[in-house]
């Protein structure tokens, strides 16, 4: 079963809204991680947080983390036409570190 | 550096048939893994290994065979192709500890008539 399950599945807003989307998972984790994959390409790594962080930013993504509710959300601010894509939420589980398993992924549409 | 390199890109197989993935990364990287992607299933994990010599089970492991004898390469093995099988695969690589990021390769599109 996957470990991560992303929500929405589907996502769809206007060119310069916040797109948010959430992360759950079942075990206890050593990091998280966010991915985008463009349609037909390989998974490009966005943003880890490690399972003693809150919140990080890069640019752009903010991503939270509450271990206590075994959830995570990403979010993207003043989104643009090119962050059109799918985003997986991947995690690390905190027994065996390099079982690394994503989730269903949330399909972000953004349009201009 | 190329980075993570899958071949083929696109391969059509009978069911019954045999064939091999290959993947190739030129970062000195220890950890390698193959996942597999489906619609609605997300990607999920078949086999992965730590280090040359050492490989280890996935989520779905059943009709795939790997090995792991150099850094570099890890090549995915379908020994009796089926229908089952057909999906989008991908190679990912990473350092083994500190950095935990994972890079893809492009995949290989799997179709099993």
């Known amino acids: 079963s996957q470990q991560g399950e992303e929500d929405p599945q589907a996502l769809s807003i206007q060119e310069g809204e916040n797109a948010t989307m959430n992360c759950s998972y079942k075990?206890?984790?050593?990091?998280l991680q966010w991915y985008r994959q463009n349609s037909g390409r390989g998974l490009v790594h966005l943003i880890l947080?490690?399972?003693?962080?809150r919140e990080k930013h890069s640019g752009r993504l903010r991503v939270t983390l509450d271990t206590s509710k075994k959830s995570s959300s990403l979010l993207i601010t003043a989104s643009r036409a090119a962050d059109t894509a799918s985003y997986f939420c991947?995690?690390?589980?905190?027994?065996?570190?390099?079982?690394?398993?994503f989730g269903i992924g949330t399909k972000l549409q953004v349009i201009p | 550096n190329a980075g993570v390199t899958q071949t083929p890109k696109f391969q059509v197989l009978k069911t019954g048939q045999s064939m091999t993935l290959q993947c190739a990364q030129d970062?000195?990287?220890?950890?390698m893994s193959w996942y597999r992607q489906d619609p609605g299933m997300g990607l999920r994990l078949i086999h992965y290994?730590?280090?040359?010599?050492?490989?280890d089970q996935g989520e779905v492991p059943n009709g795939y065979n790997v090995s792991r004898s150099t850094t570099e390469d890890f090549p995915l093995r379908l020994l009796s192709a089926a229908p089952s099988q057909t999906s989008v695969y991908f190679c990912?690589?990473?350092?083994?500890?500190?950095?935990?990021?994972?890079?893809f390769g492009p995949g290989t599109r799997l179709t099993v008539t």
């Open positions: 990912a690589s990473r350092e083994n500890r500190g950095r935990y990021e994972q890079y």
């Open positions: 290994s730590v280090g040359a010599g050492i490989t």
């Open positions: 075990t206890s984790i050593n990091n």
């Open positions: 991947a995690t690390d589980p905190s027994w065996g570190y390099q079982k690394v398993t």
């Open positions: 970062m000195n990287h220890e950890y």
């Open positions: 947080i490690r399972s003693n962080e």
